[in-house]
Nanobody, 124 residues
Framework: VQLQACGGGLVQAGGPLRLSCVQS????????MGWYRQAPGKERELVAT???????TVVDSVKGRFTISRDNAKNTVYLQMNDLKPEDTAAYYC???????????????????WGQGTQVTVSS
């Protein structure tokens, strides 16, 4: 499973950005896709997740400003970020949780997969 994230950049406070993450490779079933972020010196934290059926969860700190969506046909998840604040500055990571067959173990199990981070920097 490969996750390719893009869309980060430098933006002024109050501005928007949209992150995209495309999934490729074999997986038996997707449970959810989502976004996490990690600021310097801090632990990685959940931002938003969305199930294959479209049930979305957004953490309180970004509620009303960030929207997560997905296009199952394109194996893509999006994070629309509006009214960005300097405290949103972080590396944003795409996550996929799903069931995959691991040939070396000859078992199918649920696992987490991560994309490379995309940097979001919000200037004040």
């Amino acid at each position: 499973v490969q996750l390719q994230a893009c869309g980060g950049g430098l933006v002024q406070a109050g501005g928007p950005l949209r992150l995209s993450c495309v999934q490729s490779g074999n997986i038996n079933a997707v449970t959810s896709m989502g976004w996490y972020r990690q600021a310097p010196g801090k632990e990685r934290e959940l931002v938003a997740t969305i199930t294959r059926a479209g049930s979305a969860t957004v953490v309180d700190s970004v509620k009303g400003r960030f929207t997560i969506s997905r296009d199952n046909a394109k194996n893509t998840v999006y994070l629309q970020m509006n009214d960005l604040k300097p405290e949103d500055t972080a590396a944003y990571y795409c996550n996929l949780r799903g069931w995959k067959y691991f040939e070396d173990l000859d078992i199918t199990k649920q696992a987490d997969f991560w994309g490379q981070g995309t940097q979001v920097t919000v200037s004040s």
